[in-house]
């Protein structure tokens, strides 16, 4: 008697997440044209990062910064960042990378802190005109 309860019970369970149909009273948008020209920006920049930047419709974006205070959260970080850049204390190439070395690591935490600090990524992109 009892496997025949469980059996019914199992059979209705079935059957009522069969005949469950939802509905969608508005469509879906999953991507509009700005969101899918900063995401080809990004991964034709970031596709081959070992290799220098091939397309060349980029390369005047790279020389210059967002240094408006307005458009990061704690700039005193990113001044920090700037510093750095404008000294040319970064690692040059052929230079091993390594965590023990204190200047690395320093320069690995701001260089990730740039765009954590930014109010909003696509002030980057506005200011330096990559925009559609």
Known sequence: ?????????ISLAVLASGSYVPTTKTEAKYADKEFLFKQKFFFEVLRNIHLPLKYEEYLPYTKTWVADETKYTDFSQVVEFFDFYKTG?????GEIYTIYNEQSLRQTYRLVLVPVQQRRLGHLLQESHLGP
Do not use: R
């Not at 008697?1 to 019970?9: H, S």
């Not at 204390?89 to 190439?93: G, S, V």
């Open 89 to 93: 204390a970064f690692l040059q190439k």
């Open 1 to 9: 008697m009892k496997l025949i309860i469980l059996t019914v019970a």
